[in-house]
């Protein structure tokens, strides 16, 4: 394969962040023509949150994917995944203060306080602020090795995305049991590699 040059590396950035805009574009599609069945705003709520926990997932396969596949020009894609999960997951918070709280904050105060599993959701976006704003060149540049060392947030953050969504569980422990796998299988590898750096 020729080797291909920053043009084609910046035309497949441009191409893929047009992709990672799709299921935004299908919510608020589905949202303008009515088509999101009998409780739109909890159809809104888990459809946000769903690509929020997928492109967080995304994110941290990155890695494995360039160690099992040798997919090294996978990593030119990271920051920007993360920064969409970023994106969908502050999406999803931004329609639960809209529909839910209703931009009061005495009812999110109520909520956070009653609901596990909200108060859990927004310690996970919580830790994932500071990351999320620290993703562009200047601050990475400014940071040096600090970035790095921010960036172990994404792993308390992650258990805690997957913990608000297991305490929601009512009826099928199938979508918790299933991000559970994924992710001990990608945290699995990152032990791995760490482990022979000793
Ligand atoms: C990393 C952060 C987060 C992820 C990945 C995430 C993911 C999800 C997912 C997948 C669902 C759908 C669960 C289901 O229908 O089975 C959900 C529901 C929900 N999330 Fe989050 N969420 C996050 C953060 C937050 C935050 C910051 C809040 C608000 C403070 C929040 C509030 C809610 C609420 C109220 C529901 C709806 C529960 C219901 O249907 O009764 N989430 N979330």
Redesign the pocket.
């Known amino acids: 394969m020729p080797a291909l040059t920053s043009r084609h590396w910046r035309n497949a950035k441009a191409l893929f962040f047009v992709i990672c805009l799709l299921p935004l574009a299908y919510i608020v599609y589905a949202a303008l023509n009515q088509n999101l069945g009998a409780d739109p705003v ?1 159809a809104l ?2 459809m ?6 997928r492109f ?1 997932i995304l994110t941290m396969a990155i890695g494995p994917l360039r160690t099992w596949l040798a997919w090294g020009w996978a990593l030119r894609f990271r920051r920007m995944l993360g920064l969409y ?1 970023w994106f ?3 999406f ?2 931004l329609i ?2 809209t529909y ?2 209703g931009w009061d904050w005495a009812i ?1 105060q109520e ?2 306080a009653e ?1 596990r ?10 830790l ?1 602020l500071p990351m999320g704003l620290t993703s562009n060149n200047r601050a990475v540049r400014a940071l040096r090795k600090n970035w790095a060392r921010l960036h172990m947030l994404v792993y308390p ?2 258990f ?3 913990l ?2 297991a305490l ?3 009826s099928s422990y199938f ?1 918790a049991a299933l991000y559970a796998v994924i992710i001990i299988g990608l945290l699995f590898q990152r032990f791995q590699r760490f482990k022979n750096t000793l």
């Open positions: 909890k709520i888990h946000s949150g769903e690509w929020g926990i967080f999960t969908y997951v502050s999803h918070l639960v203060t839910l709280f999110a909520e956070l609901r599993y909200i108060f859990v959701g927004f310690a996970a976006w919580v994932m953050a992650l805690l995305a997957w608000h969504i929601q569980v009512r979508d």
